[in-house]
């Protein structure tokens, strides 16, 4: 299954943050993910998500809750009472049905990945058409699809000539999104407020 973006993420891959302590099951979903078209980017159980979720703004986040595990419980309660992260839809992944009070969606494991692909595919679907204006705003949080300067960069790693995607304007600053780089060093995005690079998988 290939994933697709309607007029609202102007043609920009959906972004998940991905939240996993174990690192072979985080590899088995990125992997099959980011196949399909979904730009991922990983996190641990913990405060620092919060954090992560802010600054990105994913489409989806994904929590990998293990059965009486109260840290994902309490991450699902920071991300939904967060004033810049209570909108954003969140997939709780979790053999324990009542950690998961408040997920948007509760898939019981074990998750096969398209199950779980369908399901972000819905609620980016969802996410885009309220969230996501469609217009040249700058307001905070909006798409800048003509900025004053869309610079041509080339890969902090090696190089290679990058894709500007578009540009968002995020908690007072603004980023420069490319399309993933050819050598598979992963999706990067510019810090145009700061000059830095940040890498978001």
């Known amino acids: ?21 174990d690192r072979d099951t985080l590899d088995m979903y990125s992997t099959y993910l980011e196949m399909s078209g979904v730009w991922v ?15 990105l703004r994913p489409d989806v986040v994904v929590i990998d809750v293990p059965s009486r595990h109260r840290a994902g419980s309490d991450l699902l309660t920071a991300l939904k009472t967060g004033d810049d ?7 709780v992944l979790s053999g324990d049905a009542d ?25 980016v679907g969802r996410y885009r058409t309220l969230r996501r204006p469609s217009d040249t705003s700058v307001a905070d949080g909006a798409v ?12 902090p790693e090696c190089g290679t ?14 980023y420069d999104y490319y399309r993933p780089c050819a050598d598979g060093c992963g999706l990067n995005c510019f810090d145009r407020t700061a000059a830095k690079w940040i890498k978001l998988a």
Do not use: Y
């Not at 980017?41 to 600054?55: I, K, Q």
């Open 1 to 21: 299954m290939q994933m697709t973006t309607d007029s609202a993420g102007a043609g920009f891959p959906p972004v998940v943050l991905f939240v996993e302590d």
């Open 41 to 55: 980017t990983p996190s641990g159980v913990s405060s620092e998500a919060v954090g992560g979720a802010a600054d």
């Open 85 to 91: 992260t209570h909108d954003i839809p969140v997939i």
């Open 99 to 123: 950690l998961v009070q408040g997920a948007d969606v509760c898939l019981m494991k074990p998750v096969l990945p398209d199950v779980l692909l369908g399901v972000v595919e819905t609620l």
């Open 144 to 155: 800048v699809t003509n900025p004053v300067v869309a610079e041509t960069r080339g890969c």
């Open 161 to 174: 000539p990058l894709t500007w995607v578009e540009t968002r304007r995020l908690g007072g600053a603004e």
